[in-house]
């Protein structure tokens, strides 16, 4: 069976990566699973594709297999798109999803729904074999930021994104639609078309 290793070792993006690729017959490896020692990689890039491919081409270098990156995150009208790239560190190093909410809901402190809280959530994948970069690929979604969370599900900021033309925040829908509509989802639709095109070469 062919393999394709996820260049994460976040638990969280690992299992949702893993139930959106189940089906295409691959064995699906996190990093630490992939790789022994795998060592820290310094995500500098200025964007959400260079980070992407960065990880892709550098985790591709350690192992002989196909390798897959996600660099995600969320881009808020009001606040110029940030947090953007710093998403997982919005509230400092070592920031946690509960201290980016915070965070973000008191930047966002008395602004009106309609036209300050729009955000999208961004996702690139980028996929990489023996340090030479495939591909990339992008998805996003439109919604709003919330004046609170809501949700048990997910992660990140999912409590706290409305989807356009949703109700339910990221964290209170079920698995298999968030999936379907998320800008992960939509990202690892694309990427699928990608890996199965080079594995059929």
């Known amino acids: 069976m062919r393999t394709l290793v996820l260049a994460s070792n976040n638990k969280k993006k690992v299992r949702e990566l893993k139930t959106i690729l189940k089906g295409m017959r691959l064995k699906v490896l996190s990093l630490d699973e992939a790789v022994a020692k795998p060592h820290r990689i310094v995500e500098d890039g200025l964007t959400f594709r260079a980070n992407a491919a960065k990880k892709a081409v550098t985790v591709s270098r350690m192992c002989d297999c196909l390798v897959l990156a996600d660099d995600s995150g969320l881009s808020v009208d009001a606040l110029g798109g940030r947090p953007g790239i710093r998403s997982a560190r919005f509230a400092g190093p070592g920031a946690t999803d509960t201290r980016n909410n915070k965070k973000l809901l008191k930047l966002l402190d008395n602004k009106p729904p309609a ?4 955000a999208s959530f961004v996702c690139v994948i980028a996929l ?10 992008e998805g996003r979604c439109r919604g ?3 004046f ?5 599900n997910g992660f990140g900021y999912d409590p706290l994104f409305t989807p356009r033309g949703r109700r339910q925040t990221f964290a209170e829908m079920p698995a298999a639609l968030k999936h379907r509509i998320s800008h992960r989802g939509r990202a690892l639709a694309k990427a699928k078309r990608v890996i199965l095109k080079y594995f059929s070469r």
Request: aromatic fraction near 0%; hydrophobic fraction near 25%.
């Open 128 to 137: 990489a074999r023996q340090g030479h970069l495939i591909g990339t690929v």
């Open 115 to 118: 036209e300050c809280r729009r």
């Open 144 to 146: 709003t930021i919330g």
């Open 148 to 152: 609170e969370g809501r949700g048990e």
